[in-house]
């Protein structure tokens, strides 16, 4: 009867394996599923195979990027030829070489006698060795986690002369689920069709540690009813593990160790006893596991980060486009406004708007809490009021109905100060002041006046009532209103900018024009905390009455 030919391959590590051509198609490629896997980012994840065709062998390309070779020529189907030397396109460190057996010299029986027993269990730790070592050149290429998880059990199940293998991982109630498994052949196994030994996988569970089980064997434990009804003879279990780092000022730690999930193998027939270097090859491929596992996560982490940091930049586009221009002027006054946020969205914002006949509404508030929802609830109140004040309500009708839309529609912790007020034509200023911080009105010869009243926040009553004030407006004065990110911004020192330091700023800008003093004032702030990140947005209004 014919023998069935080999293929001889020396890896890029100089390690030697043979591979029987049992199979009527014998893939190549760099998928784990291939029979044959060569770990070069080069070659194709389906490279090719070789094809048994009425006895004879053929070396097929399957739509390779690089191309196959036979003695160096390339072909797309070529019959194969006893010592034939196959190539894989950027993959010249691999030898690959096909061989007929029964043209092979054949070595006295003597000879081999006398080499086999010296030399069967180095090269059984050789071949050993050389898996793992594959399994770790496996995260330089491009598998995916899967891939890799699948080239992992596959490596355990061959260390440990197992038939199937699994991994199996807690879940967020720290129940086992089920990962990969994988079979002798190379192949994946159903969830449904994969029953394990439950005592076994409890008692690495309990230990922390690998478990072996042969069927001739004494055990610590009880072997459930489970290995005789699936008739198993050898299992073997390690446990998954994640490792916490700490670091302090002089070194870097290890915490304990977490329990995270098993890899579970076993076999019908009885194995030889594991060696303490494949014992300990098994163990560092879960180890090898675990880390793939935590790389998964922490890539999870990362993209749910970097989406969430789209989503933010996105709300701020739409809050800063929601934001009027920054300047406005006409023949009455000149008006200037700035928001720094301290996150990228803030909770701060301000509005100008025009009414007919010329009157000017300007608003200024400050959303309690920060970030998205803040300023969600910001836009939800810059809509109320435009639409308000267009509908030709006072500024005191305009925020009663803006808190009771607040009370009605937010959560119970979150509230807005704020300060509006119209500006007539003739300088007649009507003002509401929920609670915001007083704004500052310095007049044109430097008396200080603070616009401020006893009305409540908005949104924490719904029987909150809130009144007009008027004041007079003349050529020369200066309003100011601010959020208390300014006057609360501080240094390192821990000492607070403050409302005396923020008045005399004003005394002494009452000359210049609303925009002059709306950036000499955010100057000095950011000068005054030298680049200290700030807990508050900090947003200045400055109108300048001509």
Same mark, same amino acid.
């Given at each position: 009867?014919?023998?069935?030919?080999?293929?001889?391959? +020396?890896?890029?590590?100089? $390690?030697?394996?043979?591979?029987?051509?049992?199979?009527?198609?014998?893939?190549?490629?760099?998928?784990? #599923?291939?029979?044959?896997?060569?770990?070069?980012?080069?070659?194709?994840?389906?490279?090719?195979?070789? $094809?048994?065709?009425?006895?004879?062998?053929?070396?097929?390309?399957?739509?390779?990027?690089?191309?196959?070779?036979?003695?160096?020529?390339?072909?797309?189907?070529?019959?194969?030829?006893?010592?034939?030397?196959?190539?894989?396109?950027?993959?010249?460190?691999?030898?690959?070489?096909?061989?007929?057996?029964?043209?092979?010299?054949?070595?006295?029986?003597?000879?081999?006698?006398?080499?086999?027993?010296?030399?069967? @269990?180095?090269?059984?730790?050789?071949?050993?060795?050389?898996?793992?070592?594959?399994? @770790?050149?496996?995260?330089?290429?491009?598998?995916?986690?899967?891939?890799?998880?699948?080239?992992?059990?596959?490596?355990?199940? *061959?260390?440990?002369?197992?038939?199937?293998?699994?991994?199996?991982?807690? @879940?967020?109630?720290?129940?086992?689920?089920?990962?990969?498994?994988?079979?002798?052949?190379?192949?994946?196994?159903?969830?449904?069709?994969?029953?394990?030994?439950?005592?076994?996988?409890?008692?690495?569970?309990?230990?922390?540690?690998?478990?072996?089980?042969?069927?001739?064997?004494?055990?610590?434990? #009880?072997?459930?009813?489970?290995?005789?009804?699936?008739?198993?003879?050898?299992?073997?279990?390690?446990?998954?593990?994640?490792?916490?780092?700490?670091?302090?000022?002089?070194?870097?730690?290890?915490?304990?160790?977490?329990?995270?999930?098993?890899?579970?193998?076993?076999?019908?027939?009885?194995?030889?006893?594991?060696?303490?270097?494949?014992?300990?090859?098994?163990?560092?491929?879960?180890?090898?596991?675990?880390?793939?596992?935590?790389?998964?996560?922490?890539?999870?982490?990362?993209?749910?980060? =970097?989406?969430? *940091?789209?989503?933010?930049?996105?709300?701020?586009?739409? =809050?800063?486009?929601?934001?009027?221009?920054?300047?406005?002027?006409?023949?009455?006054? *000149?008006?200037?406004?700035?928001?720094?946020?301290?996150?990228?969205?803030?909770?701060?914002?301000?509005?100008?708007?025009?009414?007919?006949?010329?009157?000017?509404?300007?608003?200024?508030?400050?959303?309690?809490?920060?970030?998205?929802?803040?300023?969600?609830?910001?836009?939800?109140?810059?809509?109320?009021?435009?639409?308000?004040?267009?509908?030709?309500? /006072?500024?005191?009708?305009?925020?009663?109905?803006?808190?009771?839309?607040?009370?009605?529609?937010?959560?119970?912790?979150?509230? +807005?100060?704020?300060?509006?007020?119209?500006?007539?034509?003739?300088?007649?200023?009507?003002?509401?002041?929920?609670?915001?911080?007083?704004?500052?009105? $310095?007049?044109?010869?430097?008396?200080?006046?603070?616009?401020?009243?006893? /009305?409540?926040?908005?949104?924490?009553?719904?029987?909150?009532?809130?009144?007009?004030?008027?004041?007079?407006?003349? /050529?020369?004065?200066?309003?100011?209103?601010?959020?208390?990110?300014?006057?609360?911004?501080?240094?390192?020192?821990?000492?607070?900018?403050?409302?005396?330091?923020?008045?005399?700023?004003?005394?002494?800008? $009452?000359?210049?024009?609303?925009?002059?003093?709306?950036?000499?004032?955010?100057?000095?702030?950011?000068?005054?905390?030298?680049?200290?990140?700030?807990?508050?947005?900090?947003?200045?209004?400055?109108?300048?009455?001509?």
């Amino acid at each position: 009867m014919q023998n069935t030919p080999l293929l001889k391959v +020396i890896d890029q590590f100089g $390690v030697k394996r043979t591979f029987p051509l049992s199979k009527s198609e014998f893939t190549i490629g760099r998928r784990v #599923e291939n029979d044959l896997q060569v770990m070069s980012n080069s070659v194709s994840r389906y490279h090719g195979a070789i $094809v048994r065709e009425q006895g004879d062998y053929y070396l097929v390309d399957k739509g390779s990027k690089t191309g196959l070779f036979i003695n160096n020529e390339k072909v797309e189907r070529g019959v194969l030829h006893h010592l034939d030397r196959i190539r894989l396109g950027g993959a010249d460190d691999y030898d690959i070489q096909f061989i007929v057996p029964e043209y092979e010299a054949p070595r006295s029986s003597g000879d081999a006698l006398s080499g086999i027993h010296s030399a069967i @269990n180095a090269a059984e730790e050789l071949k050993n060795l050389a898996r793992y070592v594959e399994v @770790n050149q496996a995260f330089k290429f491009s598998l995916s986690p899967e891939d890799v998880l699948r080239l992992i059990v596959d490596a355990a199940v *061959e260390l440990g002369s197992a038939e199937r293998g699994v991994i199996l991982l807690k @879940n967020k109630t720290g129940e086992l689920e089920f990962k990969v498994a994988r079979d002798g052949g190379k192949k994946d196994v159903p969830r449904k069709d994969f029953s394990l030994s439950t005592s076994a996988v409890k008692e690495v569970l309990r230990k922390n540690k690998t478990v072996v089980v042969n069927e001739d064997d004494h055990h610590s434990f #009880e072997v459930g009813h489970s290995v005789a009804f699936l008739k198993l003879r050898t299992i073997i279990c390690v446990p998954l593990h994640r490792f916490q780092m700490r670091a302090n000022m002089e070194m870097t730690s290890m915490l304990q160790q977490e329990l995270i999930g098993v890899l579970y193998l076993h076999s019908s027939k009885v194995t030889a006893g594991l060696s303490y270097s494949s014992r300990s090859l098994l163990e560092s491929l879960a180890f090898e596991a675990s880390k793939c596992l935590e790389n998964v996560r922490l890539m999870h982490e990362e993209q749910e980060k =970097q989406k969430l *940091e789209r989503e933010i930049e996105l709300a701020r586009d739409v =809050q800063v486009a929601l934001l009027p221009a920054g300047f406005i002027e006409s023949n009455l006054y *000149e008006l200037a406004a700035e928001s720094i946020p301290c996150r990228h969205v803030g909770g701060d914002f301000y509005d100008f708007m025009t009414l007919p006949g010329g009157r000017l509404v300007l608003t200024l508030a400050d959303v309690s809490g920060k970030g998205i929802s803040a300023a969600l609830l910001a836009s939800l109140a810059q809509g109320v009021i435009d639409a308000q004040f267009l509908a030709g309500h /006072s500024p005191a009708e305009v925020l009663g109905n803006l808190n009771r839309v607040i009370v009605n529609r937010s959560d119970a912790n979150r509230f +807005i100060t704020m300060f509006s007020a119209v500006l007539d034509t003739d300088g007649t200023f009507n003002w509401v002041n929920a609670g915001h911080n007083p704004p500052m009105l $310095v007049r044109d010869g430097g008396e200080i006046e603070l616009l401020t009243t006893g /009305s409540l926040i908005l949104g924490a009553f719904d029987f909150a009532g809130y009144d007009d004030s008027h004041i007079k407006l003349n /050529s020369g004065d200066v309003f100011f209103s601010f959020s208390d990110g300014v006057t609360e911004a501080v240094n390192s020192h821990g000492e607070l900018f403050g409302e005396d330091r923020l008045l005399a700023l004003l005394k002494s800008s $009452v000359k210049q024009t609303a925009n002059e003093i709306k950036d000499r004032v955010l100057k000095e702030v950011l000068s005054f905390t030298r680049g200290l990140p700030q807990g508050d947005d900090i947003t200045v209004v400055a109108l300048k009455v001509k």
